[in-house]
Structures are given as structure tokens and as C-alpha cells.
């Protein structure tokens, strides 16, 4: 089962993360102008958290650094390393916005604080697991 997991995340995880500097949370193929390319937008949350949850069970089973570098490329998308470089997490009131259709929403919603938090969470239980010590979101986690 493990085998075919990893197979499986062969085929998508790369292709979002592993080459471009920034993650896109994109969930739809379209053919655009009879062409087959993958849409940048609508971009939501709740697709960097599972990214972010399949990053790390990467890291799990195989141990190697893939996973994590993945991860924090992910996490980025949260804090402006987006398409839009708009930082959709808002420290000050603990948000986190709706995601992108062509531009940033700029209201928070309950689905994609829970998706930040979540992802969050996750991040810093494997960073805590794998150093053994407290973490700081500034060096750990971005």
C-alpha cells in the first residue's frame, strides 16, 4: 500500500511543487484556447492543507528531505508566495481568507482558517517531532 501511495503522490506532487518556487493550489485541468493547460485559478486553502498533509506523510515514510522542503514550499502559499503575492493568513486577526478566483478575497472564512490552522498544526508536530525542540513560525515553518 505504501508503494502505491508513494506512486500516486509521484504524479501530482511534483508537478505543483518540486520545480517552480511558488506552490499553486490549483485543482482543475482545462483546455484553455484548444490548448491543455493547468488553470492557476481558483485557488483555495483547503488544497494547500492537504498538500501540506501529503508532504509530510512523504517525509514519514521515506525520511528524506523531500517531503519537508516540499512542505514549507506549501506553507508559503499561505504567508504571499502565491500566484497573486497575496498573503492570505492575517496574523493580526488570525484569519485566513478565502483563497483566489483572479484575485484575493479579502474576507476570512471559517473553512480556510480551519485549512491554515490545520496546516499549522501539522507542520509544527513534525517539526517538533523531528528536532525535539520548542519551534518559532519565522524560521521553522515559512
Given at each position: 500500500?505504501?508503494?502505491?501511495?508513494?506512486?500516486?503522490?509521484?504524479?501530482?506532487?511534483?508537478?505543483?511543487?518540486?520545480?517552480?518556487?511558488k506552490?499553486?493550489?490549483?485543482?482543475?485541468?482545462r483546455?484553455?484556447?484548444?490548448?491543455n493547460?493547468?488553470?492557476?485559478?481558483?485557488?483555495?486553502?483547503?488544497?494547500?492543507?492537504?498538500?501540506?498533509?501529503a508532504?509530510?506523510?512523504?517525509?514519514?515514510?521515506?525520511?528524506?528531505?523531500?517531503?519537508?522542503?516540499?512542505?514549507?514550499?506549501?506553507?508559503?502559499?499561505?504567508?504571499?508566495?502565491?500566484?497573486?503575492?497575496a498573503?492570505?493568513?492575517?496574523?493580526?486577526?488570525g484569519?485566513?481568507?478565502?483563497?483566489?478566483?483572479?484575485?484575493?478575497?479579502?474576507?476570512?472564512?471559517?473553512?480556510?482558517?480551519?485549512?491554515?490552522?490545520?496546516?499549522?498544526?501539522?507542520?509544527?508536530?513534525?517539526?517538533?517531532?523531528?528536532?525535539?525542540?520548542?519551534?518559532?513560525?519565522?524560521?521553522?515553518?515559512?
Amino acid at each position: 500500500m505504501i508503494e502505491a501511495g508513494m506512486d500516486s503522490s509521484s504524479g501530482w506532487l511534483p508537478s505543483s511543487i518540486a520545480t517552480t518556487v511558488k506552490f499553486c493550489a490549483h485543482r482543475i485541468q482545462r483546455v484553455l484556447c484548444g490548448r491543455n493547460e493547468k488553470a492557476r485559478f481558483d485557488q483555495q486553502p483547503v488544497e494547500a492543507c492537504a498538500t501540506i498533509s501529503a508532504c509530510l506523510e512523504v517525509y514519514r515514510l521515506t525520511e528524506e528531505d523531500y517531503g519537508l522542503k516540499r512542505r514549507k514550499r506549501v506553507f508559503r502559499w499561505f504567508l504571499g508566495k502565491n500566484d497573486l503575492q497575496a498573503p492570505l493568513y492575517d496574523a493580526s486577526t488570525g484569519g485566513c481568507r478565502d483563497g483566489f478566483i483572479l484575485t484575493a478575497s479579502t474576507k476570512p472564512g471559517a473553512e480556510s482558517t480551519l485549512s491554515f490552522l490545520m496546516a499549522l498544526l501539522e507542520s509544527a508536530s513534525q517539526s517538533i517531532k523531528r528536532t525535539g525542540r520548542h519551534l518559532e513560525m519565522s524560521s521553522s515553518l515559512e
